[in-house]
């Protein structure tokens, strides 16, 4: 039984076709293709139309495999967002919420709905990127745009909107708006009218793992292919990787590792605590009506940036010699905290780190493997930190971590991550988002009971690679240095 997964993430989109036989998941990249942000004058865009031509590249790629596909489903990173006009036809290009036209913008709405009341009304963390902010800007910016409006639709709804003529607003993704309110399991009336955005744009939310119609006959003919039925997977990519878990233990901490780190553990129910608004804790939609208990951490895309920056300037590293550079470079030089506001947009890394290594007093990282390394180490500390909080907030103790994402390629950051943590992590599988989004697909049509039953097969057909806990003294007193450098206190 063959299905496809689209996975569009920052570094590329993704075709992947599973197969399930005898309880064994098999995957096949069918086709990948460039995801980049396109700049228009000072706007960063997705290239929209360019994916929906590459989500048929790869249907095409399934045909000429003579695959018949049972189903078909996209996922891809949370908040950003088109809007449909009248005549059914996408408004304008969506903005890429690396774009600057949220800076500045949450305080401005903390001015009419102060913090505590939006975050208890939707339970999500504050992000400046957040769709919520994305709106306030976009409404400040292009009042006319919201007249014409008629629908808003998260990116997987929109596409999934070209390919199927349906619109429904997805639940994984809708919950990462910050307009969602998981009490009375809709979109919150309130924070909309308070916002003056016409409620009337904001659909029926389904839940992951809806049928979500099947390809317009415009779209099977144009590619030669029968009817496909489309699901409504954990749109978010989050929501499907954490989906991919491969834990046995209900209790667990996961760290989703790819250009974000997303770090947490699974809830049943929101927590809305004082606590949890002060440590800024999130609390998304996932598969089943779970949650997602985590953290943003700025992730690999401080290297990423990095790594443009070097192939820009001609002195091209690949990631993998990137690493082994790291890796001879001296141990805890300079810290950085990944997640300073400096690090959030596009560009040369490199003359921010320097900025925050003079601010606080380090001698900044010169050559290239002693700026990767200071990434690195920074990041597997700052995990060390973010799992504490998390026990903390949830009352969980874990004795281990798993790791997904293409993140855990890099063998380096997953020891680092667990000599940092004191525990051992559990890494695998690299492509969590994919073979989440074909899971909830086969729960969709009863080939796994739940998502419990999905995990056990994934881990039955994907490597699992342990990471022991290594140098925990030096670990221990660079986390100490870490914290003050980074101004955190546990
Ligand atoms: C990861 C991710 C995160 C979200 C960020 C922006 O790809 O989806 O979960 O916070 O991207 O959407």
């Known amino acids: 039984m063959s299905i496809l997964a689209f996975d569009l993430g920052a570094s590329s989109g993704r075709a992947l076709l599973g197969r399930l036989s005898d309880r064994k998941i098999e995957v096949e990249e069918l086709h990948r293709f460039p995801n980049d942000p396109v700049k228009v004058g000072n706007r960063l865009h997705w290239d929209i139309l360019r994916l929906y031509h590459e989500i048929k ?7 000429h495999k003579g695959v018949k596909l049972q189903s078909m489903a996209i996922d891809s990173w949370a908040v950003d967002y088109g809007l449909i006009g009248r005549n059914g036809e996408l408004l304008s290009n969506p903005y890429h919420y690396r774009d600057q036209h949220t800076d500045g913008m949450m305080e401005k709405v903390f001015r009419t709905i102060p913090r505590a009341d939006i975050f208890g009304r939707t339970g999500i963390q504050f992000l400046q990127f957040n769709t919520i902010f994305q709106l306030a800007a976009h409404r400040q910016s292009n009042p006319a745009i919201f007249r014409e409006a008629d629908r808003f639709l998260m990116i997987p709804d929109l596409l ?20 969602y309110n998981p009490r009375t399991g809709g979109w919150d009336a309130e924070l909309l009218a308070r916002l003056e955005l016409p409620s009337s744009l904001f659909g029926r939310v389904v839940y ?5 119609g099947e390809l317009l006959p415009s779209v099977s003919d144009e590619l030669g292919i029968g009817a496909v039925p489309v699901i409504a997977v954990a749109e978010h990519d989050t929501g499907s ?39 800024n804790f999130t609390n998304e939609g996932g598969v089943g009506h779970s949650y997602r208990l985590l953290k943003n951490i700025m992730g690999l895309w401080i290297l990423q940036e990095m790594k443009r920056e070097w192939d820009r300037a001609g002195i091209s590293y690949s990631f993998p010699e990137l690493v082994k550079l790291a890796q001879q470079a001296p141990a805890f030089g300079a810290f950085i905290d990944p997640d300073d506001p400096l690090f959030l947009h596009p560009g040369d890394m490199r003359p921010r780190i320097r900025q925050y290594c003079i ?11 002693e700026i990767v390394r200071c990434i690195l180490e920074s990041l597997a500390l700052k995990y060390r930190y973010v799992l504490l909080l998390t026990e903390r907030l949830s009352g969980k103790q874990f004795n281990g971590l798993h790791m997904v994402g ?36 086969w729960i969709s049509q009863g080939m796994f009971s739940d998502i419990w039953e999905a995990r056990k097969v994934i881990r039955e057909s994907f ?22 450098i980074a101004g955190l206190s546990e």
């Open 57 to 63: 590249q790869g249907l095409l790629q399934a045909k």
């Open 208 to 212: 992951s793992g809806t049928y979500a």
């Open 160 to 179: 999934r909107y070209f390919l199927t003529g349906e619109m429904m607003n997805e639940f994984s993704n809708a919950t990462t708006t910050q307009l």
């Open 463 to 484: 490597p699992v690679t342990i990471y022991e806990p290594a140098q925990l003294q030096a670990w221990e007193e660079a986390y100490g240095r870490f914290l003050s």
């Open 406 to 441: 293409g993140g855990i390629q890099n063998e380096l950051l997953c020891q680092w991550t667990a000599n940092a943590i004191g525990k051992p992590v559990w890494a695998g599988p690299a492509e969590g988002s994919a073979i989440g989004n074909l899971a909830v697909q």
């Open 359 to 369: 601010q606080t007093g380090q001698q900044p990282p010169e050559q290239p493997g």
């Open 241 to 279: 990787a954490v989906a991919a878990v491969p834990a046995l233990d209900r209790s667990f901490a996961y760290l989703s590792c790819g250009t974000w780190s997303l770090m947490g553990t699974e809830v049943d129910e929101p927590v809305m605590s004082e606590l949890a608004l002060q440590l």
